[in-house]
């Protein structure tokens, strides 16, 4: 395998062969192969084959469950009658912002149909959780769009280290970040966090920067100057072309990336409009490392 535990871009990651793994119904066996993907290879894997074409969603949930326990523990997802272990990421007819495109405070940007900014689930504590992996498995595909980007954190930070350093050292120090949609119950709705810290021997990052801007809305002051500037070089780093890898997941197709190292995103998406049945819908399981 290519030297990719140290970072990637989207030339590095060109062949598939260093991500792809085949389906494996020994789902200990799949699990020592993506785990290796995870800590020595780019930070993540794509598990093709899946068999889910003719499963009901139900079903569906129980493989992405059954795949990911060998990995860590899953983590629920969700309050109230909402929370599941394997969580539905599929358009349910609410935009995830209000008409200000700001966050809407009880919309999960998971259930709408736009584009998602690069980020790692992991930044905003979802539900009193620090996941180390999240997985997406494809259940059905969109009409049209729906692509999945994924950037290397590690490569991010060493651009921002050449690039903008006095704005690194500030992006290691902590930040607020809005987390209204995914607040435990009775939990403030800000959570502060580094977006870069190293831990272990490990950089891990903390990356949502429209979700580090608009805490500033909740806290009632002002983003400071120095830290807008600071969210701006990460967001112009992000924004990158040449750092981002696109993926059009397939039917059967499951994600499975290290949720402290790979930030990911979605472009906006179409679902059949004659039926609802057929709308795009991937399982998505939040694990704690074993």
Known sequence: MADLVHGWDKRSVSDPALYVLRYDA????????????????????????????????????????????????????????????????????????????????????????????????????PFGHEPDYVSLLVHRTARTGGATVLVDALTVHRVLAHDHPHHLALLHTPFAFDRRHVAP????????????????????????????????????????????????????????????LTLELAEGDCLIVDDHRILHGRTAYEDPEDDPARRRCLVRVMAQAA
């Open 185 to 244: 119950p009775g939990r403030p709705p800000v959570v502060w966090g580094p977006p870069f810290a190293h831990r272990d021997g490990h950089l891990r990052a903390r990356c949502n920067t429209v979700r580090m801007r608009g805490a500033y809305d909740l806290l009632d002051e002002p983003l400071p100057a120095d830290r807008g500037a600071a969210i701006d070089a990460l967001e112009a780093v992000l924004h990158r072309p040449e750092l981002a």
């Open 26 to 125: 020994d789902h200990d066996a799949l699990a020592r192969r993506v785990r290796t993907q995870l800590t020595t290879g780019p930070g993540f894997a794509v598990v093709t084959g899946v068999p889910v074409h003719a499963l009901p969603t139900e079903q569906v949930r129980d493989t992405a469950l059954a795949m990911m326990r060998p990995l860590g523990r899953p983590l629920p997802q969700g309050t109230g009658s909402d929370e599941a272990l394997a969580w539905l990421v599929r358009d349910e007819g609410v935009s995830a912002h209000t008409d200000e495109r700001r966050f809407s405070e009880s919309a999960y940007t998971s259930k709408s149909r736009g584009y998602l900014h690069l980020h790692n689930d992991a930044a905003v504590s």
